[in-house]
C-alpha cells in the first residue's frame, strides 16, 4: 500500500483544479449536445431516462415499418381498383352495344360487336395482367406468374402444344346439345292423328343436353290437344377407383330445379373436417368415400362429375325416364283457323323456349308458326308434325345454340389449374361429359386458388391490424365477365353466303348479357371494387394512426434523447463565464505570497 504524500496547504489547490476539470468536462458536453442535438451519446449516458428512450424507440421504429407496408400496398390497392373499374367498363360497352344492335335490327352491326367484343376481352386480359413493383396483383400468392393466358390462347387454343380454345369448346357443345336430328335430342313419332315427343332416354344425356319438355296444351276449338307427361329423374351410382387422399378436389355439376346446372368442387377430408361446407369426408374404404361424396352433396341432382386419375371419380346413370309430350288431333272434328298447339322447352341454363303453332287455312311448308288443316285429321296431324319440325330445328339452332355458347363459355372460364379441375369437356360419345379431366384444354387462369382470396395477400397496418388485399382473376365476378366477353368474341353470325343470322345474335346477345350481368346471389364487379375501396380506407386510417403515434412517440423523447439548443446555450454561455471567473481567481491566489502580500 502506498500512501501519497500531503504537504499542508495543497488541499485548496487540489480542490480548485478538480472544480476547473469538472467545468471544463460540463462544458465539453455542453458544446456537443449543442452540435448534435443529443442528450448523450450513449444509452448509458442518459441515465434513467435510457429505459424510455429504448421503449419509445422501438415503438418509432415499429410505426416506421407499418408506414413503408402501408405505402407499398397503397399502389397495389389503387392498381387493383383501376383494373376492376377498367373491367367494368368493358363490360357495360360490350352489354351496352349488344342492347343497342338487338333493339336496333341493323344486320351490318353483329360483325362490329364481335370485333369490339374481342378487343374488350384483350383489354380485360391486359387489365388482369397488370403488376406493381414487380408482382402481378391477380395472381393471389403466386406473385410472380402472369394470371391470364392470351386472348388468342383463350379463343383458339394453343394447337402447338396440342391444347383447345374455347370456340373448340363451344362447337362441342353446340352438337351435344343439337344431337343427330337437330331438334335438340328430341325423339319424334308419329301414329295417325297423334304426334309424340320424347326427351333423350339416355339418362346423363337428359341431364346434360337439348331440350327438356315442360308442358303443353291446345286452344281454340278443342280439335287439338296436347299435354306433357312428367319423367324421372335416373339414379346416380358414383364410385372411386381409388381412396383420395388428404386434399384431393373432385367436380360435381348439379341441376337446379329451374334446369340450370352449378358447379362445386369439393375437397376430400379427413375426420370431422370432412363435414364442413365445401368438403367430403374420406372413408376407410372408396365405396364408404362415394357415399360420403354423395350425403355431402344434400341430395341435389347430379349431372356430371370430374376428377383426376387417381382417384378416379365415376357416375353411372341408371334408371329414371324421359319426359314425353302427346300432341293430338281429334279424328272427328279437323281444327278450325286460329286453333294453337303450345309446348314450352326447358335449356340446361335455366331459361324456356315457348314454340305456339296455329292452324291456318294454307300454310308455307317451311313455316315455323302455322300448319295448314287438311282434308282429313291425318292430313293435319302430317302437316302440324313438319311445322313442329320446322319449329323445333329453328329453337335448337337459335335458342338452344346460344345456350350452348354460355355454357361452354362459362365452363371453359371454370376451369383451374389444380389437378382434376381443368375445363368440362364432352365425352367422345357425345352423350355425356368425360369424367377423366381433360389435358387437352388450355387452362385460362395460371395464378393461385385459394378459397380465399383477399386473404392471399395481408398488409400489416398495425400491431393489431391486419388488411387483406388480395385479388384473383379467376374470381366468380371476373370469370362470368370474361365469359361474356368471349361467347360474342368466338362466334359468327355471317353464313357462307353473306347472310347474317339475327335471330341467332339476338339469342348470344340476350345471354352474354345476362352473364354480364350479375343476378341476386352472384358476386358483382362492384362488389369486388367495394373490397379495395374499405382496404383503402382502412390503410389510409391506419397511416394517420400511425403517423400520430409516431409523433406522439417523438415528443416524448424530448428532454430525454433530445436536448433544447436553446436552454443548451443559456447554461453553455453559463458555465463559460464561472469558468473564466474561476481561471482569473486562481490565477490571483497563485500569485500570492507572504513577500508580495508585505509589499
Do not use: C
Not at 471544463?24 to 450513449?42: H, M, P, V, W
Not at 346439345?177 to 313419332?189: F, I, M, Q, S, V
Request: glycine share 10%; proline share 3%; no cysteine.
Amino acid at each position: 500500500m502506498t500512501i501519497t504524500s500531503f504537504a499542508a496547504g495543497t488541499y485548496r489547490f487540489d480542490r480548485q483544479s478538480a472544480s476547473l476539470v469538472s467545468m471544463k468536462s460540463q462544458l465539453d458536453g455542453l458544446a456537443r449536445q449543442l452540435s448534435t442535438g443529443r442528450t448523450a451519446e450513449t444509452y448509458g449516458g442518459l441515465g434513467v431516462g435510457r429505459t424510455t428512450s429504448l421503449s419509445a424507440h422501438a415503438a418509432i421504429s415499429a410505426q416506421d415499418g407499418y408506414l413503408a407496408a402501408i405505402t407499398s400496398a397503397e399502389t397495389r390497392v389503387k392498381l387493383t381498383s383501376a383494373s376492376l373499374t377498367q373491367l367494368k367498363s368493358l363490360s357495360d360497352s360490350t352489354r351496352s352495344n349488344l342492347t343497342g344492335i338487338v333493339a336496333s335490327r341493323n344486320e351490318a352491326l353483329p360483325a362490329t360487336t364481335v370485333q369490339l367484343a374481342a378487343n374488350n376481352l384483350s383489354a380485360a386480359v391486359d387489365a388482369l395482367n397488370q403488376q406493381a413493383g414487380g408482382v402481378y396483383v391477380f395472381s393471389g400468392r403466386a406473385t410472380d406468374t402472369e394470371p391470364v393466358v392470351s386472348q388468342d390462347a383463350i379463343l383458339n387454343g394453343v394447337p402447338a402444344e396440342g391444347l383447345d380454345g374455347l370456340r373448340t369448346l363451344i362447337a362441342e357443345q353446340k352438337a351435344a346439345d343439337l344431337g343427330t336430328a337437330g331438334n335438340g335430342r328430341l325423339e319424334k313419332t308419329v301414329t295417325e292423328e297423334t304426334i309424340v315427343l320424347s326427351e333423350d332416354s339416355r339418362g346423363e344425356a337428359r341431364m346434360n343436353f337439348g331440350f327438356s319438355l315442360l308442358s303443353a296444351s291446345g286452344s281454340g276449338s278443342g280439335a287439338l290437344s296436347a299435354k306433357v307427361t312428367e319423367g324421372a329423374p335416373p339414379n346416380v351410382d358414383l364410385r372411386f377407383a381409388s381412396l383420395p387422399s388428404e386434399g384431393t378436389q373432385v367436380r360435381v355439376v348439379v341441376q337446379d330445379a329451374d334446369g340450370s346446372q352449378k358447379t362445386l368442387d369439393l375437397t376430400a377430408r379427413a375426420g370431422e373436417a370432412g363435414n364442413a361446407a365445401g368438403a367430403f369426408r374420406i372413408g376407410a374404404t372408396p365405396e364408404e368415400t362415394a357415399a360420403n361424396l354423395k350425403t355431402a352433396l344434400g341430395g341435389a341432382a347430379i349431372a356430371s362429375v370430374q376428377s383426376a386419375t387417381p382417384p378416379g371419380l365415376t357416375a353411372t346413370f341408371s334408371g329414371g325416364s324421359p319426359a314425353t309430350a302427346s300432341l293430338a288431333v281429334d279424328p272427328t272434328a279437323n281444327p278450325v283457323a286460329g286453333d294453337t298447339i303450345t309446348l314450352k322447352l326447358g335449356l340446361h341454363d335455366g331459361t324456356t323456349k315457348t314454340i305456339t303453332l296455329t292452324a291456318a287455312a294454307t300454310a308455307d311448308k317451311a313455316s315455323t308458326t302455322t300448319f295448314a288443316i287438311g282434308a282429313t285429321a291425318e292430313i293435319t296431324t302430317e302437316n302440324l308434325s313438319r311445322a313442329l319440325d320446322n319449329a323445333l330445328k329453328q329453337a335448337a339452332n337459335t335458342e338452344l345454340s346460344a345456350s350452348s355458347t354460355a355454357r361452354a363459355s362459362l365452363n371453359f372460364f371454370e376451369g383451374s389449374p389444380a389437378a382434376g379441375l381443368s375445363p368440362r369437356r364432352v365425352a367422345a360419345d357425345g352423350n355425356g361429359y368425360a369424367e377423366a379431366a381433360s389435358a387437352k384444354t388450355v387452362i385460362w387462369y395460371k395464378g393461385d386458388t385459394a378459397s380465399d382470396p383477399r386473404a392471399s395477400a395481408t398488409v400489416q397496418a398495425g400491431a393489431s391490424r391486419t388488411v387483406a388485399i388480395g385479388a384473383q382473376a379467376n374470381e366468380e365476378a371476373i370469370r362470368r365477365t370474361l365469359a361474356g366477353l368471349a361467347a360474342v368474341a368466338a362466334e359468327s353470325f355471317t353464313t357462307g353466303s353473306g347472310t347474317v343470322d339475327t335471330a341467332r345474335f339476338e339469342a348470344v346477345s340476350g345471354r352474354a348479357a345476362s352473364l354480364l350481368t350479375a343476378s341476386e346471389g352472384q358476386q358483382s364487379l362492384e362488389q369486388l371494387g367495394t373490397d379495395f375501396g374499405l382496404a383503402a380506407s382502412s390503410m389510409a386510417n391506419a397511416k394517420s394512426v400511425a403517423n400520430t403515434t409516431k409523433a406522439t412517440l417523438q415528443d416524448s423523447l424530448d428532454g430525454v434523447d433530445t436536448v433544447s439548443t436553446e436552454e443548451v446555450a443559456a447554461k453553455l454561455l453559463s458555465l463559460q463565464t464561472q469558468l473564466q471567473a474561476s481561471y482569473k481567481v486562481t490565477s490571483i491566489l497563485s500569485e500570492m505570497s507572504l513577500v508580495n502580500y508585505l509589499r
